[in-house]
């Protein structure tokens, strides 16, 4: 036995015989008590020594409930004097309040938890540092609220390990930072908010949030009242109203109301300021509540999220990768659309001119001789012509087609597409699990009579390697092309066509383009598209599958 141990026991029997005496000081029950802590032999001596009748072992009896003693009882008594008796009374009896405690406690938390419909479970991550305020609110078993994510534009989160897709409920003190792009979030009583990044939240209770930089809109329907906004110098609480909160890296926060009222306090003076429409408060790090900035207010306010290409579906392989396309959901005049195969309007190609490297794709299982074509796309993903030509600033003047022309694709849809609310037209992208999560940045070109018409550059995906939305695309297999083209103009393969099915997976983002962006007038439409790659780096867009939108 270690000599450490050794002195415990020996200190441990000297202490027992002390108590028996009925001379423990406060220093030496102190000190027995921990000789005491996760000893169950020790315990077992202490409780022998200490069981004296029957109506004494009758409380040893309830005392079995507490957790992690062992206690076996003597079948004989043994006579301690009075002193020892009562003082053995008092330790049982705390035991027994002990037992009746942690049993009414857990019995309290249990019922808490499956009160609380709480997804499946996940590692937790630490949380961010530097945080101004934390929700310590809730119990650690109520890990998710009833906040909900009901629209994203763009989204892209950092360090959280938590779903963040539309519908997904957002977990209690969890820190959400919001890197790029707006979310909308909705509350138990129907609160609504809307973040733009960046933006570092986390829900604090059912109808708190806690807002340590970045905009953020609320509106507060009937039924809503008392929703409160924290931020690290001030608290904001709905009276029925639009608000906006802007809280810079500081913790400076600004208020503005938008219609109806709330209340504003700095959290060094719990006196509240009402605000009215059109009123603004500012509360700086020094926690003084001043008039904010009227001008700058009124634009703070988001009333809603942009229309944009919110999901796809795809018809899967046997593999359960995207093989092609079956459906778009699209927000439209904020109003969310689905649209089916039979809906989309489809483009022709009849002008492709790389820039270096020529490829077409095609499916893995094609027959030996299938190559690129000229003609109309279909909803194949793994077909099309990849890598087409492009400029680096916007082209000028007319598209030359044709083997010496215009670098880029030409595309005329079979019927025109109309400029109605939201997106017109998707655009999918087959971009390399070894390159850019953003996307290929490309220029795109409208073909129609409108005089005011004008071209865009993409630069940003509503789908991207950001986003759990995008699918990774069927095999397929490199069709490289030769300088040659046939009598329509289709460059030719080198050979029929690559013998090897593409080892790097390709995952396909898409985005949504309006033609108002374009500078088409509602109801106004156009033909055909020309598309060039931004030549911004090494890297050319793959426009794998495009379909023009019914303007309903």
């Not at 009901?150 to 892209?156: C, E, K, N, S, Y």
């Not at 500081?250 to 009222?261: I, K, Y």
């Not at 095609?362 to 087409?388: C, Q």
């Not at 550059?457 to 991207?464: G, H």
């Amino acid at each position: 036995m270690p000599e450490k141990e050794q002195r415990n026991v020996a200190e441990f029997q000297r202490l027992l015989h002390r108590l028996a005496d009925g001379s423990l000081d406060q220093t030496e029950t102190e000190q027995l008590e921990s000789l005491l802590l996760d000893q169950p032999e020790r315990q077992t001596q202490y409780l022998e020594l200490m069981c004296l009748d029957a109506s004494l072992m009758e409380l040893g009896e309830i005392s079995r409930s507490v957790p992690d003693y062992n206690i076996s009882y003597p079948q004989e008594k043994k006579s301690v004097p009075w002193g020892v008796w009562m003082l053995t009374v008092c330790a049982v009896a705390c035991l027994v309040v002990a037992a009746v405690l942690f049993v009414s406690t857990g019995n309290e938390l249990k019922s808490k938890v499956a009160q609380q419909e709480v997804p499946t479970q996940q590692e937790v991550p630490a949380p961010l540092s530097g945080s101004h305020q934390t929700a310590d609110k809730q119990p650690a078993q109520e890990q998710f609220s009833k906040a909900t994510l009901i629209a994203g534009h763009r989204a892209v989160f950092r360090g959280t390990h938590y779903p963040t897709l539309t519908g997904s409920r957002l977990r209690f003190a969890e820190n959400y930072m919001l890197q790029d792009g707006m979310v909308k979030i909705r509350f138990a009583s129907g609160a609504e908010v809307i973040l733009k990044a960046p933006a570092l939240f986390q829900v604090a209770d059912e109808e708190e949030l806690v807002v340590n930089l970045g905009k953020c809109s609320v509106y507060a329907p009937e039924g809503a009242e008392g929703f409160k906004v924290s931020t690290p110098t001030s608290n904001v609480v709905d009276l029925g109203t639009r608000f906006s909160v802007t809280v810079t890296e500081d913790g400076a926060s600004n208020v503005a109301v938008v219609d109806g009222e709330a209340e504003v306090s700095s959290l060094s003076d719990p006196r509240k300021k009402r605000l009215l429409k059109g009123e603004t408060a500012y509360v700086g790090t020094d926690l003084n509540v001043m008039d904010g900035d009227r001008e700058q207010s009124p634009q703070d306010y988001i009333d809603a999220i942009p229309d944009h290409l919110i999901a796809y579906e795809s018809i899967p392989d046997e593999q359960g990768r995207a093989k092609s396309l079956a459906s778009v959901s699209v927000q439209r005049a904020g109003v969310q659309r689905i649209y089916q195969a039979d809906d989309f309007i489809l483009p022709v190609v009849n002008h492709y001119r790389p820039g270096s490297h020529a490829f077409g794709v095609v499916p893995a299982e094609s027959p030996a001789e299938e190559f690129n074509r000229f003609g109309p796309m279909n909803l194949l993903f793994a077909s099309g012509f990849i890598n087409p030509g492009g400029e680096k600033e916007v082209h000028q003047g007319e598209f030359q087609l044709g083997r010496n022309g215009t670098p880029g694709m030409n595309l005329v849809f079979d019927q025109p597409v109309v400029n109605g609310p939201g997106p017109d037209l998707i655009i999918f992208d087959a971009q390399s699990i070894a390159h850019s999560l953003e996307g290929d940045v490309f220029h795109l070109y409208p073909q129609t009579d409108h005089p005011t018409a004008r071209p865009i550059t993409v630069r940003k995906y509503d789908i991207d390697g950001h986003s759990e939305q995008a699918q990774i695309m069927t095999g397929c297999r490199l069709t490289q092309l030769s300088p040659d083209f046939a009598d329509d103009g289709t460059p030719l393969p080198i050979v029929a066509r690559s013998q090897l099915v593409h080892q790097v997976p390709s995952r396909l983002f898409a985005v949504g383009i309006d033609l108002d962006d374009m500078q088409i007038p509602p109801g106004g439409s156009i033909t055909g598209l020309f598309l060039q790659d931004a030549q911004d780096d090494a890297d050319r867009i793959d426009p794998v599958v495009i379909v023009g939108l019914p303007p309903r």
